[in-house]
């Protein structure tokens, strides 16, 4: 095996992000495909407004140019006839986009490029394209001058919008990219910053490099290659990116954002789906559709059908991450330590272990801490320094020694716990009432509101196919501290520990109506922006959230066993024999 410290979590990451992305779009209406081909052939440059697609520049106007070529790229330089005229050309150079420079850079990626230059009576309507175009691209990049605008009236319109919608209920990952030929990115960075929060955006946070962040979605500002910055401003001197540099600058951006053990097996699960997506479509060819349909006509309920191709088709995309070993990307790939690498980049980003963990000597902090990560807390091959950790190892929190300072442990090990037994919520119905189904109740007793926590444990084929009233048993979730059972989601951002009680008598029979969609289940409503369940008797249960099958079937399972224990009359002695 290679040497762990040839690792490179970052270049690491930057791999993974590179065979994910997939599409990128970018909206400058001074993008242009071709320029003259000869290197000294001087062309003078069209004024105003950007040179047009399929043409070379126009010779019309009093500036000339002087074209030189570095590699592929034709970079023209002002040449000046007069201060005015030099002046005028270094500014308009500054603002173009060379799109096929661009789209050539990312298609030998592998990396899909559409580049939209509008005309300037299309400005307006821009959203009409930019929108869906924006819903399955993976960045989308903006210049920030249309036609003038120095303002950025509309891309900050765009970048809004787009935030928005990624930043509701849906949350999707979005990084959104001002490339522009204006200098003051620092005045740009806070107009949006202004913008979105006027708009009603929560929590945006500017960092010192002209980027924003707000919930999933991320807004970085560059300069392009053509602006001209003091060189003592070295930050600023940084954000300046050639045309030749923005494909590897937005991957690296990309990274930045997303780079993390987990993260990384969830973004290379996905690039292992996208790169055989249609692998998985030669499974299932047309033809089959005979066996289908004589598969649905012999089943007692033959509506059920199209539950199995969802199995089969699930079954498939596991069957790919288990082939393309994506878990491998958070463990050991490629031969190379990646738990290693991500401690040593932690430890160069100021994480300090040594201060983290006071119990284990300083001089080899990255080793002990890799051994007791890589071998667990309970390996008793472990040395002395190690076993410490064995024992209550809850105590030692070790989320909070590994976390950043800014971040709460508990806040950290709530989200991991729900993520690992509460299903997503993708759906585009309201929810229906399901064996595994989590209720809040809150009901007014003595005039101060009362809440509890419930689950359902009706068993699936009693909660569809409903034509009339039925009952649905409950069971009830104890909001515990010290020993609970489950983490549910609370209100906003916090979360409710919760222990199942499985005595019977505490458990309650609730009668429900099928919702009237003609589904004949019992959907939940949308009341006060939250959905619930309304009882034949009135009673109202909020909706929050849905078990995975295999923990609500364990819960069903245990309280089977806790109804089904057999009392005995018998020896005493006997009895106490057997303890």
């Known amino acids: 095996m290679a040497s762990p410290a040839a690792t490179n979590f970052r270049q690491h990451s930057e791999e993974i992000a590179r065979k994910f992305l997939q599409t990128i779009m970018v909206v400058d209406d001074r993008a242009f495909f071709e320029e003259k081909e000869s290197a000294t052939i001087p062309t003078t440059v069209r004024r105003p407004g950007p040179p047009r697609f399929n043409e070379g520049q126009e010779l019309t106007g009093d500036v000339v140019i002087a074209s030189t070529q570095e590699g592929d790229n034709i970079r023209p330089k002002a040449t000046a006839v007069d201060n005015k005229g030099s002046e005028k050309a270094s500014v308009d150079k500054a603002h173009e986009l060379n799109a096929k420079k661009l789209i050539g850079d990312f298609a030998v990626k592998g990396i899909v490029c559409a580049v939209i230059r509008p005309k300037d009576v299309e400005v307006e309507s821009l959203g009409d394209k930019v929108y869906p175009l924006a819903e399955s691209c993976d960045i989308v990049v903006f210049d920030w001058v249309l036609y003038g605008a120095t303002d950025g009236g509309k891309v900050k319109e765009l970048i809004s919008e787009i935030t928005k919608r990624s930043s509701g209920k849906e949350k999707r990952l979005r990084l959104i990219v001002v490339y522009t030929?204006?200098?003051?990115?620092?005045?740009?960075?806070?107009?949006?910053?202004?913008?979105?929060?006027?708009?009603?955006?929560?929590?945006?946070?500017?960092?010192?490099?002209?980027?924003?962040?707000?919930?999933?979605?991320?807004?970085?500002?560059?300069?392009?290659?053509?602006?001209?910055?003091?060189?003592?401003?070295?930050?600023?001197?940084?954000?300046?990116?050639?045309?030749?540099?923005?494909?590897?600058?937005?991957?690296?951006?990309?990274?930045?954002?997303?780079?993390?053990?987990?993260?990384?097996?969830?973004?290379?699960?996905?690039?292992?789906?996208?790169?055989?997506?249609?692998?998985?479509?030669?499974?299932?060819?047309?033809?089959?559709?005979?066996?289908?349909?004589?598969?649905?006509?012999?089943?007692?309920?033959?509506?059920?059908?199209?539950?199995?191709?969802?199995?089969?088709?699930?079954?498939?995309?596991?069957?790919?991450?288990?082939?393309?070993?994506?878990?491998?990307?958070?463990?050991?790939?490629?031969?190379?330590?990646?738990?290693?690498?991500?401690?040593?980049?932690?430890?160069?980003?100021?994480?300090?272990?040594?201060?983290?963990?006071?119990?284990?000597?300083?001089?080899?902090?990255?080793?002990?801490?890799?051994?007791?990560?890589?071998?667990?807390?309970?390996?008793?091959?472990?040395?002395?320094?190690?076993?410490?950790?064995?024992n209550n190892p809850h105590k030692k929190n070790l989320t909070g020694r590994l976390c950043a300072s800014t971040v709460s442990s508990a806040d950290l090990e709530h989200r991991f716990a729900m993520l690992t037994s509460i299903k997503s919520d993708y759906r585009v119905r309201p929810p229906a009432l399901l064996p595994g189904t989590l209720l809040k109740r809150i009901r007014q007793v003595n005039g101060t509101p009362e809440t509890s926590y419930w689950v359902c444990i009706q068993p699936v084929c009693d909660s569809v196919r409903l034509t009339e009233k039925r009952s649905f048993p409950l069971l009830h979730l104890k909001a515990a501290d010290d020993k609970f059972d489950l983490v549910l989601p609370g209100e906003g951002n916090t979360h409710v520990r919760v222990r199942v009680v499985y005595s019977p008598h505490k458990s309650i029979i609730e009668d429900f109506d099928p919702s009237k969609d003609g589904l004949q289940m019992v959907r939940a409503e949308m009341v006060d922006d939250k959905y619930q369940f309304q009882t034949a008797g009135g009673e109202r249960y909020q909706w929050l959230a849905e078990l995975k099958f295999e923990h609500a079937q364990r819960i069903a399972n245990e309280y089977a066993a806790t109804i089904s224990r057999v009392g005995l009359d018998e020896s005493e002695w006997l009895r106490r024999s057997a303890g």
């Open 181 to 390: 030929g204006q200098e003051e990115l620092a005045d740009i960075t806070e107009q949006i910053r202004t913008t979105l929060e006027a708009a009603g955006q929560s929590n945006v946070i500017a960092n010192k490099d002209y980027t924003l962040e707000t919930g999933s979605v991320r807004i970085a500002v560059y300069a392009k290659g053509y602006v001209s910055v003091a060189a003592e401003n070295v930050d600023l001197a940084a954000r300046v990116v050639p045309i030749e540099e923005l494909a590897d600058k937005l991957i690296a951006e990309f990274t930045d954002m997303t780079m993390g053990l987990v993260s990384n097996v969830a973004i290379g699960s996905m690039a292992a789906l996208r790169s055989n997506t249609h692998r998985i479509l030669t499974k299932f060819p047309p033809d089959l559709d005979a066996a289908f349909l004589a598969h649905r006509a012999m089943l007692t309920q033959p509506s059920d059908a199209g539950n199995l191709l969802v199995y089969l088709i699930g079954s498939e995309l596991t069957a790919i991450l288990e082939g393309e070993e994506v878990s491998k990307l958070a463990d050991e790939a490629d031969g190379s330590d990646i738990i290693h690498a991500w401690l040593v980049m932690k430890e160069r980003g100021g994480h300090r272990f040594g201060d983290r963990f006071p119990e284990l000597p300083p001089a080899n902090i990255i080793d002990d801490v890799m051994e007791l990560l890589r071998e667990g807390v309970g390996n008793e091959s472990l040395r002395d320094q190690l076993k410490v950790f064995k």
